[in-house]
């Protein structure tokens, strides 16, 4: 493997540019700030406090801000967004590509979005208003309207022709759309295809007319899914009449997978994904504290369970030692089943027709593993306690918890879903929450009948 | 947003395979099955109990097999080849390209291997033994060796007409590389470049030699960042000696992203990304007792500390009925913060320069939030157990379990870290051993100390 990963360059970058501002030297901030590209700018300013991020977004060439801004989380945005006057912003934001200022369009003042349709030509404004109109998320929110289109019955020759005339291509086409008259999307040219073959050749010769066009309403989590499974570079955009209104790139897409990975993992724990590492105490305070009192409200839940036993604990003490046991290794159980679920779910790989075979597979592999585990529990208990009672207790427990555990992971992320919402955000709560409540109840329950009479 | 998204399209084709399936009729689930991308086909085994499963693999068209076997995970995989005999395994294998047969090498039977590099010419067998010397997990084993190069003292006619007589270009080629004599690299000529300039336009000047190429030793995790900050839809591999070896693309590029991204998300529950969904029980049973037996020992970690305060529960059982709030909150808070932490320093945004500004931030923000939902917590147990003393303790145990909770979640994936380890994976075990067992010593000691005496 490579000696310097991502993480060690950044360190680096990080030391440097913390001794430099600490020592007030700009000269070399701004020299190495400037050979990095605006991803990575991006990331940088990520990385650091506020004062100090005021700073370096200062030192950042102008011609690269629009670029920057692109690449930030929105609180971050919203920061740096701050610091430019109206001036700076319009002209940061009419160096980018439709598409980029269409993704930053909700974030800018109305103000700054207006000044920039009126700099832009004619042509230009009422595509961008075009993408504007589609709601964000969707294929034509993403899109970027800047395409090449050619006929059908034309030639090769005529169209190197007319490519030389026209000059420098947009990013990332790879492909060329062979459009109707009336600019439907027929089918699409690569420049692999034009560069190997006889400039006599026609183009309908060589058009692949077999990729379907995306539909402008489809969700981006949709398109990121065809582009994986077809291994696709770009992809023309149409919209209900098969009229071309647009190309994505892989490059968009490419972000889409990072974004929605990114907010699978901070969602499932509770975070914003767009929360910013060093952003104000009282934001970071507020997101949080939903997220807390709901499960506040499931910690109760469980607490009142073992509010009905209180008589039981009172006889053995030892019970209160155990239960966090039982219930901990349920929720651990279950939430190894939910994730290969919500996995199976995203990919699309469980539906009606497979469900009671998987339910039915996880429920045995429950049953071994909790008399397995349980067996085990068992013995330490009987060691530690030295009563054959509380121990054949937390070994039937433990099972039962395992095997509820099971169908509550298959169950809850299939039923979430069913309702409309995200399989991994809600998922969590409502296992812990059954897993918790059903672990103490069934451990401290087994205790009431089998132990005190 | 579209109204059939990949999940309703995959039910429904495994509606229609389960019902064809149940009435033996064999020619609709062909048709079906082949009018589908390798990658979809792949995902429909995924999604089929074993013995339907081998049924629609038989009705696969040989030609896609290969194809089909790159995509699916290594459990499956396994099961796909152990029902394919060597001669047509050698035949699907041999259809594939260089880079996917690589990618397939390790889980193919030796005889195989050595079946598919007899069957080619040597150019391809050097290559392939080339990419197979480099480790999994680096760029050199992701490339793909078939390159198309060109001289920098020529034009763009001349190329032209190479291309021409060369005939069709691999894959996902957009740009030409220019080597030296002795094969080093130079630079790159983008497709765009060659189709907008004048036939008469030298190379050299149409050149681009910013982009450095990638060391065949650089692991595909950063391949994937430096993708990812570039934009780029392929790089050039080289050795230490800046010979070029191969092309890295995009479309490799985004399944490792996704492998990740599902790696992260399954190994954080304690589950192996490449778990079947409907593998043996055995199996999945062996794969998740490790995970579990961890939590069984951290579990009784926390369940030693509540048995040191046997004497205390047993004078005040409410006590026995709240512990799980106090534990359960900090954990939940905790795993807020690591999440945070986590993602920061896959994207290389924490390093020891900032640590101490970001753990005194999550400091701020847990002792407010300790302070608030403390503050509620001790009201409804006032309200309760009509117990003011009992209140108070609850509160100070919440607030000092969210100020643990929180320096725990930065400092734990840091110090991981530090050890070589990936922060996500045993950082969840470390921080739930030490919300439970702190949450139950804070609020049982203070219990303690302020109620008995």
Chains 1, 2 share one sequence.
Not at 33 to 52: F, Y
Not at 191 to 198: A, E, F, P, R, Y
Not at 205 to 232: C, Y
Request: charged share 20%; proline share 4%; with cysteine.
């Amino acid at each position: 493997m490579s000696d310097t990963t991502r993480h060690d360059r950044t360190a680096q970058q990080l030391r440097l540019l913390s001794d430099a501002l600490d020592s007030g030297r700009l000269g070399p901030i701004r020299r190495l700030v400037n050979t990095l590209s605006p991803a990575e700018i991006g990331n940088l300013l990520e990385s650091l406090p506020a004062s100090k991020r005021s700073v370096v977004w200062g030192l950042v060439d102008a011609e690269d801000d629009g670029e920057v801004l692109v690449h930030v989380g929105d609180d971050v945005r919203e920061s740096l967004i701050a610091e430019m006057d109206p001036d700076e912003l319009v002209a940061a934001i009419g160096e980018l590509d439709l598409d980029d200022i269409a993704d930053l369009a909700d974030d800018l003042p109305g103000q700054v979005i207006e000044e920039v349709l009126k700099s832009m030509d004619r042509e230009n404004r009422e595509r961008l208003e075009q993408v504007l109109a589609f709601p964000e998320g969707s294929a034509g929110r993403l899109m970027n309207p800047d395409v090449v289109t050619v006929r059908a019955d034309t030639t090769v020759d005529v169209v190197l022709r007319y490519l030389r005339l026209r000059g420098d291509l947009p990013e990332h086409m790879d492909h060329l759309f062979v459009v109707s008259r009336r600019h439907q999307y027929l089918g699409r040219v690569s420049l692999g295809m034009l560069v190997t073959h006889d400039p006599a050749t026609p183009i309908n010769e060589l058009m692949d007319d077999e990729q379907s066009p995306i539909p402008a309403t489809m969700s981006e989590r949709e398109v990121a899914n065809q582009f994986s499974d077809h291994d696709w570079v770009s992809a023309p955009v149409v919209d209900e009449n098969n009229i071309l209104l647009g190309r994505i790139t892989i490059d968009d897409v490419v972000d889409i997978i990072r974004e929605h990975a990114e907010h699978h993992a901070l969602s499932a724990a509770g975070v914003d994904e767009d929360e910013d590492l060093f952003g104000s105490v009282g934001r970071a305070m507020r997101r949080r504290l939903v997220w807390l009192f709901v499960n506040l409200c499931t910690a109760f839940v469980a607490s009142s369970v073992v509010g009905r036993f209180e008589g039981t604990i009172d006889k053995l003490v030892a019970l209160a030692v155990l239960m966090p046991i039982v219930a901990g290794l349920g929720g651990n159980a279950g939430t190894q089943v939910m994730a290969l679920m919500i996995r199976g779910l995203a990919l699309g790989q469980v539906g009606a027709s497979n469900l009671y075979t998987l339910l039915w597979k996880e429920l045995r592999v429950a049953l071994f593993n909790g008399l397995l585990m349980g067996a085990v529990l068992g013995l330490i208990v009987l060691a530690w306690f030295q009563n054959i009672g509380l121990s054949i207790v937390i070994f039937a427990a433990l099972t039962c918890n395992l095997l509820l555990a099971a169908s509550a992971g298959v169950l809850i992320p299939m039923t979430v879903r069913r309702f409309g919402f995200e399989p991994a955000l809600a998922s969590g709560i409502f296992l812990t929450a059954i897993t918790d409540s059903m672990g103490f109840f069934t451990f401290l329950g087994l205790a009431t009948l089998l132990l005190l009479n």
